[in-house]
């Protein structure tokens, strides 16, 4: 079993920071590219971020300058610190983790967590 538990969001004023936090356990062999999607209310899910086992990171343009992805490998821990906020950053923020169990290799999903941009 694995699970995803995601932690620090909330309430933001336009031009604050947030930042998230995933942390993934269980049967954990090992942990591949994790990162962060979101959707807001009527829309698709998106991507925002994501980092490899490498560190290579990816943005979406929207949060490119604003946000930025790290991890702590030895945590099993993956934090998005949101800088700059605005409105339209508002929606429910997923992490995921593409992790290798002794019997499987999946993508994994936390329950979301929910971040609101008050402008």
């Known amino acids: 079993q694995v699970q995803l538990v995601e932690s620090g969001g909330g309430l933001a004023q336009a031009g604050g920071s947030l930042r998230l936090s995933c942390a993934a356990s269980g049967s954990i062999f090992s942990i591949y590219t994790m990162g962060w999607y979101r959707q807001a209310p009527g829309k698709q899910r998106e991507l925002v971020a994501t980092r490899n086992r490498s560190g290579s990171a990816n943005y979406a343009d929207s949060v490119k300058g604003r946000f930025t992805i790290s991890r702590d490998n030895a945590k099993n821990t993956v934090y998005l610190q949101m800088n700059s906020l605005k409105p339209e950053d508002t929606a429910d923020y997923y992490c995921?983790?593409?992790?290798?169990?002794?019997?499987?290799?999946?993508?994994?999903w936390g329950q979301g967590i929910q971040v609101t941009v008050s402008s």
């Open positions: 995921k983790a593409d992790i290798a169990t002794t019997s499987q290799r999946r993508d994994y």
